[in-house]
């Protein structure tokens, strides 16, 4: 089977720098994904990983560890729009499998 | 680019009766995927086609639930003697091979009320 575990909420001040991890456990692994959804919309793309290391686009950065099977989604000078909840997602034997997603919050 | 469009946006139906879902992917995307998400929850696989074909159906995706996608092109989901525990948005997603089955695009989803 596949599970992901991510924390269900995390607070950060705005301009600040938050980490958001997961864990995972899969039957084959391909690649770790990052989608953003604000409340009321879809999942939006932001981010893969199918090697080892930290991948930067903007003020967002994702990181691998295939050996550790744990990912992290680095967000850098938060912003409000930030708020959302964000999810990891596994593509192992089977499509995309998502966690239960983190809730940011960001506050002033 | 008009992005991924499902109809409707929302649905409200009693127990027992069936519906009908579309999506529309985004055009040169031959990949199309079925999710279901409740509240609190990630989305949730349910099927996935590539052109015509469809390649994988969720062990949870039970025989009231079918899909078609006839042309490769649109898709309908639709749901046979609806129940409460059906509650829940159902969200379509496209892909491109160049992209990977990673790199999804979501459409708004249907939100549906089974009363």
């Known amino acids: 089977g596949q599970s992901l575990e991510q924390p269900s909420e995390v607070t950060a001040v705005e301009g600040a720098i938050v980490q958001i991890n997961c864990t995972y456990q899969?039957?084959?692994?391909?690649?770790l994904s990052w989608y953003q959804q604000h409340d009321g919309g879809a999942p939006t793309f932001l981010s893969y990983?199918?090697?080892?290391g930290l991948e930067e686009t903007g003020r967002f950065s994702s990181f691998l560890s295939r050996s550790d099977s744990y990912g992290y989604l680095l967000l850098q000078e938060l912003q409000m729009k930030d708020s959302a909840s964000y999810f990891c997602?596994?593509?192992?034997?089977?499509?995309?499998?998502f966690g239960k997603g983190t809730r940011l919050s960001v506050i002033a | 680019d008009t992005g991924v469009s499902q109809d409707p946006r929302h649905k409200i139906t009693k127990r027992g009766q069936n519906v009908t879902f579309r999506c529309d992917p985004i055009?040169?995307?031959?990949?199309l995927y079925w999710y279901r998400q409740t509240l609190g929850q990630g989305p949730e696989f349910l099927t996935y086609?590539?052109?015509?074909?469809?390649?994988?159906k969720s062990r949870l995706l039970s025989d009231r639930f079918s899909a078609e996608r006839p042309k490769g092109s649109f898709s309908t989901l639709e749901i046979q003697r609806t129940e409460q525990g059906d509650s829940a948005m159902y969200l379509c997603?496209?892909?491109?091979?160049?992209?990977?089955?990673?790199?999804?695009?979501f459409g708004p989803g249907t939100r549906l009320t089974v009363l």
């Open positions: 997602a596994v593509k192992g034997n089977t499509p995309l499998v």
């Open positions: 055009s040169e995307h031959n990949r």
């Open positions: 997603a496209s892909s491109r091979p160049r992209e990977g089955p990673d790199t999804q695009y």
């Open positions: 990983n199918a090697l080892d």
């Open positions: 086609f590539q052109n015509e074909a469809q390649l994988e």
């Open positions: 899969t039957s084959g692994f391909y690649g």
